[in-house]
């Protein structure tokens, strides 16, 4: 069964590099009909998708944060990662990843697969 | 790309239907039946509920149907349950392995 884990640090100082990582277990990153996405939800406010990507490298972000967003993938660590830099108090929220997949033999362009989030705070 | 528009709260009395929407464009929920819906509980991770507008995953209860007209795609919970009272967010494939996400539903069963 596909599983999806969230790590790295709960505390962030404004301006600096949040890095977060996402240890994908029970399958392969590598399958070619897997994207894998990072998603956020700030305190009080809704869901909000990042970015994503696919084993091969290709990448997916979400206009508003591309300029601050990368998303990198670890095939054989099976983990994908994100980076957002010059964080503020604006980006405080929990952060999930999450899979979905362009093949009809699961729940075609649905997040199907979440990881159960991080919460990560930016504050000096 | 701008948040799918979803009503903030809506509510019925156990044994009703509580139907909520979700506002889009013609370059995402007009243009693509890839929407999908999520059941979001306070501490938990979002579960999908239903995908390609009216598809439900194995598990889900036949009390969750979708539909979509146009710009706005719709999610009934037919028969409210105490345990349906959460979050809703309808999320839509807006092309290019991009995506465009609701600004959320609460549901409260009274």
């Known amino acids: 069964q596909l599983q999806l884990q969230e790590s790295g640090p709960g505390l962030v100082r404004p301006s600096e590099t949040l890095s977060l990582t996402c240890t994908v277990s029970g399958d392969s990153i590598s399958s070619s009909s897997y994207y894998w996405g990072w998603i956020r939800q700030p305190p009080g406010k809704g869901l909000e998708w990042i970015g994503s990507i696919h084993y091969s490298g290709t990448t997916y972000y979400n206009a508003s944060l591309k300029s601050r967003v990368t998303i990198l993938v670890d095939t054989s660590k099976n983990q994908f990662f994100l980076k957002l830099s010059s964080v503020t108090a604006a980006d405080t929220a929990v952060y999930y990843c999450?899979?979905?997949?362009?093949?009809?033999?699961?729940?075609?362009?649905?997040?199907?697969?979440w990881g159960q989030g991080t919460m990560v705070s930016v504050s000096s | 790309q701008s948040a799918l528009t979803q009503p903030p709260s809506a509510s019925g009395s156990p044994g009703q239907s509580v139907t909520i929407s979700c506002t889009g464009t013609s370059s995402d929920v007009g243009d693509y039946n890839y929407v999908s819906w999520y059941q979001h509980h306070p501490g938990k991770a979002p579960k999908l509920m239903l995908y390609e507008v009216s598809k439900r995953p194995s598990g889900v209860p036949d009390r969750f149907s979708g539909s979509k007209s146009g710009n706005t795609a719709s999610l009934t919970v037919s028969g409210l349950q105490a345990e349906d009272e959460a979050d809703y967010y309808c999320i839509s494939y807006a092309g290019s392995n991009t995506f465009v996400f609701g600004t959320g539903t609460k549901v409260t069963a009274l």
């Open positions: 999450a899979m979905y997949s362009s093949s009809t033999s699961r729940y075609l362009f649905a997040f199907d697969v």
